[in-house]
T-cell receptor, first 113, second 112 residues
Framework: DAGVTQSPTHLIKTRGQQVTLRCSPK?????VSWYQQALGQGPQFIFQ???????QRGNFPDRFSGHQFPNYSSELNVNALLLGDSALYLC????????????FGSGTRLTVV | GDSVTQMEGPVTLSEEAFLTINCTYT??????LFWYVQYPGEGLQLLLK?????DKGSNKGFEATYRKETTSFHLEKGSVQVSDSAVYFC???????????FGGGTRVLVKP
C-alpha cells in the first residue's frame, strides 16, 4: 500500500519563475494538505483541499495556489518565486478530519536561486 | 492563536541515556497532541499521539502524556540508540480542525 507520493523530489528554480509540485495521497485518503518547512523550522500550514475545493488556508500570499483532482491527487503552484520560497514542501493526506493526524510524504526540496 | 513551544536543540546524548524533550502548547479547547519524527532527508513520520487529557501515547520505546493542567506533552525515552538521531516535532490538532500546528523542532544526536 503506497503512502503519500510527492514529485519531484528536488527542484531548482530562478527568482520570478513559477513552479508546480505534485502529490498523490495515501490510498483511501480524500484530503490533502500542504506545508512549507523552511530550513531548521517546523512545518507551516499552507492550505488544505477536500472535495476539490480549498477548505482552509494558512497565512500565505495568493502566489501560492492549489488544486485537487477527482482522484484526490493535488498540485501546489507557486508564482513569482522569491528566494524566501526555498524550503521543503510537504504534502499530507488524511481521510476527512481524523483525530490521529496525517500521513506525510517525503517532500519536495525547492531551491530558488 | 494556537502555538507549540519546544525546547531548543541540539540535544546530544550518549547511547543508552535517558531522553526528555519538553513541549508545551497554547490552544483553546481540547486539541489532540502529536509527536512526529523526521530523519535526515525524509518527511515526517508519526511517532505517537494522545487525544485527551491524561492519555499516554507510546511507540518504539517513546512515551508522552497529555497534561491538560500544565498544557504539556513531553517526550521521553528511557534508553536511546544511535538510530534515534533525528529531529522531533511536537504538534497539535484542534478538535474539528484542519491544520496541524507544529513546534520548531528539536534535533537529537545520539553518539555511540
Amino acid at each position: 500500500d503506497a503512502g503519500v507520493t510527492q514529485s519531484p523530489t528536488h527542484l531548482i528554480k530562478t527568482r520570478g519563475q513559477q513552479v508546480t509540485l505534485r502529490c498523490s495521497p495515501k490510498s483511501g485518503h480524500d484530503t490533502v494538505s500542504w506545508y512549507q518547512q523552511a530550513l531548521g523550522q517546523g512545518p507551516q500550514f499552507i492550505f488544505q483541499y477536500y472535495e476539490e475545493e480549498e477548505r482552509q488556508r494558512g497565512n500565505f500570499p495568493d502566489r501560492f495556489s492549489g488544486h485537487q483532482f477527482p482522484n484526490y491527487s493535488s498540485e501546489l503552484n507557486v508564482n513569482a518565486l522569491l528566494l524566501g520560497d526555498s524550503a521543503l514542501y510537504l504534502c499530507a493526506s488524511s481521510l476527512g478530519q481524523p483525530s490521529d493526524g496525517y500521513t506525510f510524504g517525503s517532500g519536495t526540496r525547492l531551491t530558488v536561486v | 492563536g494556537d502555538s507549540v513551544t519546544q525546547m531548543e536543540g541540539p540535544v546530544t546524548l550518549s547511547e543508552e541515556a535517558f531522553l526528555t524533550i519538553n513541549c508545551t502548547y497554547t490552544a483553546t479547547g481540547y486539541p489532540s497532541l502529536f509527536w512526529y519524527v523526521q530523519y535526515p532527508g525524509e518527511g515526517l513520520q508519526l511517532l505517537l499521539k494522545a487525544t485527551k487529557a491524561d492519555d499516554k501515547g507510546s511507540n518504539k520505546g517513546f512515551e508522552a502524556t497529555y497534561r491538560k493542567e500544565t498544557t504539556s506533552f513531553h517526550l521521553e525515552k528511557g534508553s536511546v540508540q544511535v538510530s534515534d538521531s533525528a529531529v522531533y516535532f511536537c504538534a497539535l490538532l484542534k478538535a474539528a480542525g484542519n491544520k496541524l500546528t507544529f513546534g520548531g523542532g528539536t534535533r537529537v544526536l545520539v553518539k555511540p
